[in-house]
């Protein structure tokens, strides 16, 4: 099932309130998010943004290398110049000298946001050459060459697991297997800094989509095990279609992880998963001529009306504001994709 880019994604152009269009689903979305107006809320996290791009996970902790990076690619979708470049600097600040970037800055790993660090880079690169000058390009060539440096650990073929276990992409800590979501991040660093050709970007590719399950949707790295269908979850699923934008044709197994990501965007999300899912339901409207209509400003509202409630957290902010840049977020700012030569790659 495919989603059509320009008919079938619906958008309120003034982002106002509305009614709950989830409610003949049975009505999962709280009721009072309607009284959020996103437009409104943008405004002011811009301005939070211009005096705070520097942030982790939580509001009054250390900031983290993931949130820094979304800071920047959120500070590029919206034209903030000065808090991409501070961002971007202080990511830059981090790198250490073997190319990567810690998920705590300053410390010695893991170094699984080095991919978000480069896409943050490439992007500040793109939009603002004079102001990246050789800075930018020399510290996402060093991360690149830093994540073509290892892989995961590829595991003897058995029946008790159901996916490829010989096929290499990234982990989430040094020594570890591959696994869904670093190995999409990474995938779609090599995209975003011109290495979608790559071989060991094409394996990531083959991994991805061998990860899907049968119905639909991915878990975190397997398939099934001893038998046993495991369950999809929205955050690895929407991170598959992301990475793998643009991809041509379209696969069945991904087409059905569209469509159960269709499905859960009737019901609340987390910020961070939201973020990821409307990223992944818009690139697969991308180059469609038919498809269904979704509507999102519904569950960006309710989103947003959660995270009022719970208190400031500029990291989820952050993302939400991306996310609500649909066709115009960096992150989906690429080329088609093609796996015409699907010959497996090689750790330097």
Not at 247 to 255: E, K, Y
Not at 274 to 280: E, Y
Request: charged share 20%.
């Amino acid at each position: 099932m495919a989603i059509s880019r320009n008919a079938a994604i619906r958008r309120d152009p003034a982002l106002s309130q509305t009614a709950n269009p989830n409610e003949s689903n049975g009505g999962d979305m709280e009721a009072n998010a309607s009284s959020v107006n996103t437009t409104q809320w943008i405004e002011q996290q811009v301005k939070r943004l211009d005096s705070q791009p520097i942030v982790g996970y939580l509001s009054e902790g250390p900031p983290s290398a993931e949130s820094v990076a979304f800071a920047a690619l959120t500070a590029c979708a919206y034209q903030r110049r000065g808090a991409a470049a501070e961002a971007c600097r202080r990511l830059l600040d981090s790198q250490l000298e073997n190319g990567s970037v810690a998920v705590w800055l300053d410390d010695k790993g893991p170094f699984w946001p080095t991919s978000l660090a480069c896409i943050a880079w490439r992007r500040f690169e793109k939009q603002w050459p004079e102001q990246a000058k050789s800075w930018c390009r020399d510290a996402y060539e060093k991360g690149m060459d830093f994540l073509l440096s290892f892989g995961g650990e590829k595991i003897a073929r058995n029946e008790i697991i159901g996916h490829d276990t010989e096929l290499v992409g990234w982990p989430w800590v040094l020594g570890t297997h591959s696994w869904i979501e670093p190995t999409a991040m990474a995938l779609l660093a090599m995209r975003h800094c011109d290495r979608a050709n790559h071989p060991r970007a094409i394996e990531a590719a083959q991994l991805l989509l061998d990860r899907q399950l049968p119905t639909g949707g991915a878990n975190y790295g397997n398939t099934f095990v001893l038998g046993q269908v495991l369950r999809a979850h929205v955050l690895p699923s929407a991170m598959c279609v992301v990475s793998l934008h643009r991809i041509a044709p379209v696969p069945a197994g991904l087409d059905a992880t569209v469509r159960y990501l269709q499905q859960e965007l009737n019901r609340p999300i987390a910020a961070t998963s939201l973020t990821w899912t409307i990223h992944a339901l818009v690139s697969a409207a991308w180059d469609s001529e038919n498809g269904f209509e979704l509507e999102f400003d519904w569950p960006l509202r309710s989103a947003i009306e959660r995270l009022q409630a719970m208190g400031e957290n500029p990291h989820r902010q952050n993302q939400l504001m991306l996310a609500a840049q649909f066709h115009q977020s960096p992150l989906l700012d690429l080329p088609p994709l093609s796996l015409a030569n699907p010959t497996r790659g090689t750790v330097q």
